[in-house]
């Protein structure tokens, strides 16, 4: 079975402080692909970033960067200099090949303080 | 280009009361999903299509809800009675391939009083 574990519930950092969201996941599949997904107040869900399992590069995006490794089954996020407009529910989610279904993970609440 | 299009944007009706909640997905995309969001029960997949098939729809609750795709450009979510646990956001995305990014539309608000 397929699961996606955010531990942390809700963050608070102030502005311009780094900060890293956790994902783990579970899968049995050795063919799948991770996902991030934000949703900012005004509700929509945005996509931020896909990766598939046979790529552990790691990747940047302006001030995001995402950690992905295999041997700890984790694909962890991090925003480097927050900004208020960061603040967002953030969803990491799995798709295993297999499975073929999307499982979203529980999300982290984080909130930049100015 | 247009995102994912929703319709109506805030449903409020009575329990026992129809409700239809449409959704338009980005063209050319092959793949539609329907979900819903609460907060005791986060983000769920409700059911999703391919190319205007139903592929997997058991994360639908029950037989009150049904799902239906006449084609490309088109889907519905019907709940038939709506009850008061109904009451959620539905989210419909659609996707341009399988295990592909999905792009959500602004969601419907479900209130059953």
């Known amino acids: 079975a397929q699961k996606v574990t955010q531990a942390q519930t809700e963050i608070s950092v102030v502005e311009k402080e780094d900060v890293t969201l956790d994902c783990v996941y579970e899968?049995?599949?050795?063919?799948?692909?991770l996902f991030w997904y934000k949703q900012p107040p005004s509700g929509e869900l945005v996509f931020l970033i896909r990766?598939?399992?046979?790529?552990?590069q790691n990747e940047i995006s302006g001030r995001y960067s995402w950690n992905f490794q295999k041997s700890t089954s984790s694909f962890n996020f991090t925003i480097t200099a927050s900004q208020v407009v960061d603040s967002a529910v953030y969803f990491c989610a799995l798709d295993a090949y297999r499975d073929d279904k999307i499982i979203f993970g529980k999300g982290t609440r984080l909130h930049i303080l100015p | 280009d247009a995102g994912v299009i929703q319709s109506p944007r805030h449903e409020v009706t009575e329990m026992g009361q129809e409700v239809t909640l449409r959704c338009k997905p980005i063209s050319g995309h092959d793949y539609l999903f329907w979900y819903r969001q609460t907060m005791m029960r986060g983000l769920e997949l409700l059911i999703y299509?391919?190319?205007?098939?139903?592929?997997?729809d058991s994360g639908m609750p029950e037989d009150r809800f049904s799902a239906k795709m006449p084609n490309a450009s088109f889907s519905t979510l019907k709940i038939q009675p709506s009850e008061p646990r109904d009451s959620a956001v539905y989210f419909c995305?659609?996707?341009?391939?399988?295990?592909?990014?999905?792009?959500f539309g602004p969601g419907t608000r479900l209130t059953v009083t």
């Open positions: 899968t049995r599949d050795t063919t799948y692909y």
């Open positions: 990766r598939n399992s046979f790529d552990e």
């Open positions: 995305a659609s996707s341009p391939g399988p295990a592909g990014e999905q792009y």
């Open positions: 299509f391919n190319n205007n098939v139903p592929i997997d």
